[in-house]
């Protein structure tokens, strides 16, 4: 019966894994309730959220852009933050193939 049944549950404990992955990931309400303040405790998914929205400002880095923390939003910045956010998934992705 091992033969047979543990073969055919591969798959499945591969979907319950990557579910589980995407679901733990895509979660961040929660964090961002009980962390706002404390940016060091963020989860990885948190920080991309808050430059998408643009509710985020990197501190000390004001002179390297004209403008001052607020081109930190700009659509190029945020489009890099959700490349920076998609990037463990991908990985689990192309590494989970045959």
Same mark, same amino acid.
């Given at each position: 019966?091992?033969?047979?049944?543990?073969?055919?549950?591969?798959?499945?404990?591969?979907?319950?894994?990557?579910?589980?992955?995407?679901?733990?990931?895509?979660?961040?309400?929660?964090?961002?309730?009980?962390?706002?303040?404390?940016?060091?405790?963020?989860?990885?998914?948190?920080?991309?959220?808050?430059?998408?929205?643009?509710?985020? @400002?990197?501190?000390?880095?004001?002179?390297?852009?004209?403008?001052?923390?607020?081109?930190?939003?700009?659509?190029?910045?945020?489009? @890099?933050?959700?490349?920076?956010?998609?990037?463990?998934?991908?990985?689990?992705?192309?590494? @989970?193939?045959?």
């Amino acid at each position: 019966m091992w033969h047979v049944c543990l073969p055919m549950l591969r798959p499945v404990m591969g979907v319950l894994v990557i579910n589980t992955f995407i679901g733990m990931w895509v979660v961040y309400v929660w964090p961002s309730m009980v962390v706002a303040g404390n940016r060091r405790a963020w989860p990885a998914a948190l920080g991309p959220q808050n430059i998408m929205t643009g509710t985020f @400002a990197v501190s000390g880095l004001e002179h390297l852009v004209e403008g001052g923390p607020i081109e930190f939003a700009s659509i190029p910045f945020r489009l @890099a933050a959700a490349t920076v956010a998609t990037l463990p998934s991908l990985l689990c992705f192309f590494f @989970a193939q045959r």
